[in-house]
């Protein structure tokens, strides 16, 4: 079992519509919880984190944790063809800073 | 805005010789973080230093990997010899907290 599993996509969505990113995670000891997108050829960047249950909102993003159920996920409203990139999930273990990265799920919003 | 730097942005190697990247995190971050990303996998933790000590490296490949940051700010992660099974984005990452920020990488292919 993979310490961070993602659906690697892609995720088709028109533009407009709310994109669902999910990711689970195995460590239950992780407290620090981050989504990072990539566009292709470039370096991660970070657009959220969230560190308690329930959802955190900035923007048109929406972070959401369930700490019991080991998942956390990522809404995107309103996707813009912009939003298109690969979107990677990132816990860190207990007692670490070191983020463990899940492999990512590519999103691809239409026109 | 406070960025990373990394140089070089792309280097090309033949298998066997030396290479060397170079890191310059955000002023005041202390933590810095190595991470390897293969293509279409998320980054994975090569090491991590708080101020110039080294806090991770369990997954550095010590026989050929060697990192310092010896005045506990801008680093160098060095690779001797280059295998072609490095070929990947080498990138940089710093943090005063939490959240961590990483630099546009280093695209290295071994030849």
């Known amino acids: 079992q993979k310490e961070v599993e993602q659906n690697s996509g892609p995720l088709s969505v028109p533009e407009g519509a709310i994109a669902s990113l999910n990711c689970t995670y195995s460590?239950?000891?992780?407290?620090?919880f981050f989504w990072y997108r990539q566009y292709s050829g470039k370096s991660p960047e970070l657009i959220m984190s969230?560190?308690?249950?329930g959802d955190k909102e900035d923007g048109r993003f929406t972070a959401q944790l369930n700490k019991a159920s080991q998942y956390v996920s990522l809404l995107i409203r309103d996707s813009q063809p912009s939003d298109s990139a690969t979107y990677l999930c990132a816990p860190s273990g207990a007692g670490r800073r070191a983020l463990t990265f899940g492999s990512g799920t590519r999103l691809q919003v239409q026109p | 805005e406070a960025e990373v730097a990394q140089s070089p942005r792309y280097k090309i190697t033949e298998k066997s010789q030396a290479v060397a990247f170079w890191c310059d995190p955000i002023?005041?971050?202390?933590?810095l973080y190595w991470y390897r990303q293969i293509l279409g996998q998320g980054p994975e933790l090569l090491v991590q230093?708080?101020?110039?000590?080294?806090?991770?490296d369990s997954q550095l490949p010590k026989d050929r990997f060697s990192a310092e940051r010896l005045k506990g700010v801008d680093s160098t992660l060095k690779i001797q010899p280059a295998e072609l099974g490095d070929s990947a984005m080498y990138l940089c990452?710093?943090?005063?907290?939490?959240?961590?920020?990483f630099g546009p990488g280093t695209r290295l292919t071994v030849t």
């Open positions: 969230i560190y308690s249950n």
């Open positions: 002023s005041g971050h202390a933590t």
């Open positions: 230093f708080q101020d110039e000590s080294v806090v991770d």
């Open positions: 460590d239950r000891g992780s407290q620090s």
């Open positions: 990452a710093s943090s005063s907290g939490l959240e961590q920020y």
